[in-house]
T-cell receptor, first 117, second 114 residues
Framework: GAVVSQHPSWVICKSGTSVKIECRSL??????MFWYRQFPKQSLMLMAT?????????EQGVEKDKFLINHASLTLSTLTVTSAHPEDSSFYIC?????????????FGPGTRLTVT | AQSVTQLDSQVPVFEEAPVELRCNYS??????LFWYVQYPNQGLQLLLK??????LVESINGFEAEFNKSQTSFHLRKPSVHISDTAEYFC????????????FGAGTRLFVKA
């Protein structure tokens, strides 16, 4: 089946620093990748949608200068949280889809837990 | 715009009892519907999906969901639950708008008691 990995699985960083999270599709080409964040005991909130080779489309209320998304290849997307603050602590989940397939199904990564101290 | 409403935030149930997790959606276009399960500190796993065809879809571990277009619902059911079914369940909708992005419901915490 389609597998999506994320790295790191958890990260602790100090306030003011930046942290990069990688999302990889291991056995398929991800024409579109999505980034979500999930607060404890809450649902997933879509942050942005990125298509390979294009700029990401951010959801309303998401700061694009703070959450930098790069989707440079069909198997890799990165989310960089710049100048992180404690309120950025969350569970970040990516998903990937091959738009050329008719199922329109997204495959989710295992998530990255970010803690900003 | 699309939206998903999960009517119950928590559902406690005894082991071997039946359960129904309710999901209603709204959309102006044709939809694809999904149920995902999330175990503590883990990512999402697809439980089942409706894309087209038969309105009743089943998972390999005994869950089923029925797409009801007139009631705009996609309720999840299992005739007999196990302790291991304790998890968070998310209903989601995707459609031919906004690049097929998926919108999630708030989630339902299924707690199976012995």
């Amino acid at each position: 089946g389609a597998v999506v990995s994320q790295h790191p699985s958890w990260v602790i960083c100090k306030s003011g620093t930046s942290v990069k999270i990688e999302c990889r599709s291991l056995d398929f080409q991800a024409t579109t990748m999505f980034w979500y964040r999930q607060f404890p005991k809450q649902s997933l909130m879509l942050m942005a949608t990125s298509n390979e080779g294009s700029k990401a489309t951010y959801e309303q209320g998401v700061e694009k200068d703070k959450f930098l998304i790069n989707h440079a290849s069909l198997t890799l997307s990165t989310l960089t949280v710049t100048s992180a603050h404690p309120e950025d602590s969350s569970f970040y989940i990516c998903s990937a889809r091959d738009n050329r397939k008719a199922s329109y199904e997204q495959y989710f990564g295992p998530g990255t837990r970010l803690t900003v101290t | 715009a699309q939206s998903v409403t999960q009517l119950d935030s928590q559902v406690p149930v005894f082991e071997e009892a039946p359960v129904e997790l309710r999901c209603n959606y709204s959309s102006s276009v044709s939809v694809y519907l999904f149920w995902y399960v999330q175990y503590p500190n883990q990512g999402l796993q697809l439980l089942l999906k409706y894309l087209s065809g038969s309105t009743l879809v089943e998972s390999i571990n005994g869950f089923e969901a029925e797409f009801n277009k007139s009631q705009t619902s996609f309720h999840l059911r299992k005739p007999s639950v196990h302790i291991s079914d304790t998890a968070e369940y998310f209903c989601a909708v995707s459609g031919n708008t906004g690049g097929f992005k998926t919108i999630f419901g708030a989630g339902t915490r299924l707690f199976v008691k012995a």
